[in-house]
């Protein structure tokens, strides 16, 4: 039986960030957890949450939404890479593969390109079931940074 990942909040600077840094998420999709997503987000398509409606379908079964499987990435961005105070700008998502109840969704997470002079990021995404890529695509990010902004008010030596 497969754990899933806690992802414990870390917050990382964009000072902290390097080409090649990785992390990781896995996540076992439940039904539980397929139906709270379609609530939230108003997705009721049948193939979600119908076993019968599901089985005259392509994929022959229900299937996980296939951002459900993206959200795992913004859950990485969010609480571990870089973490608390990221800025999500934009996501690609490429669905490559369906996600059923019961997978086990792995999510790798890569930083691929850093700007300095904007304190951004370009963060390759990959979810995978087995060996399967499910879902990829790029994230573009700003980091919070340790550094003082360049036009920010200097503090008044007399105070």
């Known amino acids: 039986m497969a754990v899933d990942t806690v992802l414990e909040p870390r917050s990382l600077y964009f000072e ?7 992390e990781t998420l896995q996540r076992t999709v439940t ?3 397929v139906r709270a997503f379609a609530d939230v987000s108003g997705d009721h398509n049948p193939i979600h949450l119908d076993e019968a409606y599901a089985a005259g379908t392509m994929f022959k079964s229900r299937i996980a939404h296939g951002i459900f499987s993206a959200s795992l990435i913004s859950a990485v961005l969010g609480m571990r890479l870089p973490g608390p105070g990221v800025i999500y700008f934009s996501q690609t998502l490429n669905f490559r593969g369906p996600v059923r ?3 086990v969704v792995h999510v790798r997470l890569e930083i691929a390109e850093l700007m300095p002079e904007k304190c951004r990021a370009r963060i390759v995404c990959t979810c995978k079931v ?12 700003k980091v919070p940074s340790r550094l003082p902004k360049p036009d920010a008010p200097k503090p008044d030596a007399k105070a």
């Not at 087995?130 to 990010?141: H, I, K, L, M, Y």
């Open 130 to 141: 087995g060996d399967e890529v499910v879902v990829d695509g790029e994230a573009w990010v």
């Open 31 to 33: 039904d539980a957890a």
């Open 16 to 22: 902290d960030l390097a080409i090649g840094m990785s």
């Open 101 to 103: 109840i019961g997978d």
